[in-house]
């Protein structure tokens, strides 16, 4: 199993990002797609998550109105676009895969190695 992410970077505040994560070794529509992000002396976070069907999404309200999260089935891809980016969105941001069946999660998953995104002047 493996999931790689990549479109991190420096950006200056009210800038965009997308990130990127690219999924293999296992059946992508069976799995509920996420990102999480961590900040230095902070805990992990889930800031959104996409079901198997694309039908349904969460955001964490901080980030509600300025990113999306996407998937696309033909290439094992899930995507965030981040849109207004704010100092506090700084963080390494993490892809999950998490098995599912309709909104259902079970306790089976798997993270990508992290990327990094600075929002910086």
């Known amino acids: 199993v493996q999931l790689v992410e990549t479109g991190g970077g420096l950006v200056q505040p009210g800038g965009s990002l997308r990130l990127s994560c690219a999924a293999s070794?296992?059946?992508?529509?069976?799995?509920?797609m996420s990102w999480y992000r961590q900040a230095p002396g902070k805990e992990r976070e889930l800031v959104a998550r996409?079901?198997?069907?694309?039908?349904?999404?969460d955001y964490v309200d901080s980030v509600k109105g300025r990113f999306t999260i996407s998937r696309d089935k033909t290439k094992n891809t899930v995507y965030l676009q981040m849109n207004s980016l704010k100092p506090e969105d700084t963080a390494v941001y993490y892809c999950?895969?998490?098995?599912?069946?309709?909104?259902?999660?079970?306790?089976?998953?798997?993270w990508g190695q992290g990327t990094q995104v600075t929002v910086s002047s």
């Open positions: 999950n895969a998490r098995r599912s069946i309709n909104t259902i999660l079970y306790s089976e998953n798997y």
């Open positions: 070794g296992f059946t992508f529509s069976s799995y509920a």
């Open positions: 996409i079901f198997r069907d694309s039908a349904m999404t």
